[in-house]
């Protein structure tokens, strides 16, 4: 959260990091987690093929998702930032 108290909100475009052998992706996503604090909220641009691995990876780790929406061939998830 902000110095204000406000959630703040964060962008973060996977979409060409996908490699289903090393999970890059995910390793961006966790290092773009750790600098945020408990609520504040990341917005992940990714493909359709991602969503399911950033679904799994986010609830092992205690995130939650507040929606996954298709957007013109893209989907973007909003991850909340969860106490891991």
């Known amino acids: 959260m902000s ?3 406000e959630s703040e909100i964060r962008t973060l475009d996977v979409t060409s990091l996908f490699n289903p052998v090393d999970c890059q992706s ?3 996503i ?3 987690l750790s600098s945020m604090r408990i609520g504040d909220v990341l917005v992940i641009s990714s493909n359709r093929f991602q969503k399911r ?3 799994s990876w986010s609830r092992k780790f205690g995130h939650r998702l507040l929606s996954a929406d298709d957007v013109d061939g893209r989907v973007v998830l909003r991850l909340e930032k969860g106490s891991r």
Request: charged share 25%.
């Open 53 to 55: 691995e950033i679904e």
């Open 3 to 5: 110095s204000s108290g």
């Open 30 to 32: 966790r290092t773009t």
């Open 26 to 28: 995910l390793g961006i």
